[in-house]
């Protein structure tokens, strides 16, 4: 009888929806900005200030601080800013009135519950406060691993920052390391005097684990073990506490099944859907075809042939292929590295010519644009480019414009419409997989080419062909180097009837690859020593095990 019921008052709720006044209340926090400087006793001074934003009448907000990592909150002082930096003054008291704030103990954490009306309207809340005791004295370093707000009663806070120092010292550089925990967005800068960390959409906490010198903690007491020890010392699951986890995983293994029962039917269905589609268009008999099918971009061609993403390696081909194209002209000099250096290197000049003007191409036209930025006199040399890049300011914007680069090209390939979709999934559309077939049957040719069946070839002026679309067919390592055997040999023979351009590529294809991957390795590498192991990277707030907590509200 019960068990009707129950199910009959959920039918009635769910058919007669309760009407909600229009004057329901809500509010966001809009931001959250914390100071913190670790004293050399182990305490930590706060600054925190809580951006509101009222829809509604609301009596006041409170405050959770968790004690968990240590005895005791000090909290010196209270006020709150409406938007027009008006001063609202708090005053500690206990008889619930307007402007005053509560400070209670509520067993696991402290709470601070402020009575400051607000209505329709901004306000931010100023909490300074002493954390006692946070930062630990290990035998080794010295450390704060502390999680300085969690997100409880709404769904996100928009923005905020959290910066740390040591109180009248700098961070030692043999001994600095930080991990940050949270979610959203996040970006983080240090220097010797502070740790600096912005964040947007946190659905989590913002947490930090800080190692410094423990020198610094000169008036804390030292725990007699290294920082790896403490953390291997966290507590572990109790048997009672397995119990819901076991439950939880049993849970989750029943709902990855289902998952994957779903994934298996719709599959099915795609591939029968995908075979339906396929057999209304006539594709590609067996030919073979010892030339390249059509005169496109490797990049365009390498996202053909992988359908999913562009490899970033396509921008040595796509260089070589405008020079091909006749955008640009090439030339071989020699360096010397160093100024009393013997022995010389070889590097590669390209030069723009400009009355050729611009492919149709975006992506054509964006990497012709951005190496037009290393020009001096419509010239650019991969070495220039290189020692360029040894700065972070030029590699981080090297490695931006490369995946803007990629992400032209995906655009170009959507202007040609390679693709279509079937049951929710991207697939070339016939006219391009059929494209796909006659590459791929190019690549098959180039894989056997040996010396007897490369004069099928007679186009010279194609004799560096192969190597430009290599890659972009994922030809791997060896077979590429078969290629360059057999083309260098044709190029020398032949050498009155190519190009210089085509001579000088087939002829030095590895160097000139290296070389223009180098500049692309050499960014990514510079960009990473430039902010070296200090900062050991983002972890989700489920992960942290540290001190500290608690979040904030309205009522």
Known sequence: MKKLLTVLTFLFIFAFPTVISASTKEYTIDKLNVQA???????????????????GDFKGIYRHLKLDGTPEYEISEV????????KQILTEGYNQTNYTYEVNNNGDYKEIKIFCPSSNEEKTFFFKYTIKEAAKK??????????????????????????????????????FNYKVFGDGDF?????????SINFKNLTSLIGIQLDFQKDFLSSASEINMTTKEAAEKLPSLSDDDTKPVLFIVLFIILGIGIIFLGLFINNKKFKRELSKYRSKFTFLPNEIYVEAPKVISPALVNLLINEKLVSKNMLTPTLFYLVKKGYY??????????KNSKKSKEDLIFTRVLSKGFPKENHLIFLIDWFSKYEVNNSFSLQGIKNKLKFEEESLNFINKLNEWIVEVEEDAESYHFFTTICGKKVLRNKYYNEQLKWLSYKNYLLNLNIENSTANKDLTKIDEP????????????????????????????????????????NNYFLYTLLVNDINGNAHSNLNNSTDSSFSGFSSGSNFTGGGGGGSGAF
């Open 37 to 55: 400087e670790i004293l050399s006793n182990g305490d930590v001074n706060v600054i925190e200030a809580i951006g509101y934003n009222f829809s």
């Open 467 to 506: 190597l430009i679309y290599a890659e972009a067919l994922d030809i791997d390592y060896k077979s590429i180097k078969s290629l360059i055997d057999i083309i260098s040999d044709e190029s020398k023979v032949h050498s009155d009837s190519i190009s210089e351009s085509s001579y000088l590529y087939c």
């Open 79 to 86: 006020y709150a800013l409406d938007k027009n930096g008006n």
């Open 187 to 195: 970006e983080t800068n240090y220097d010797d005097n502070s740790v």
């Open 138 to 175: 290990y035998t080794d370093l010295g450390e704060l691993y502390w999680n300085f707000y969690t997100v409880e009663d709404v769904p996100s806070i928009k923005e905020g920052s959290l910066a740390l120092s040591l109180k009248d010292s700098s961070f030692n550089a043999s001994d």
């Open 329 to 338: 002209t090439i030339s071989e000099t020699t360096y010397y590295p160093k």
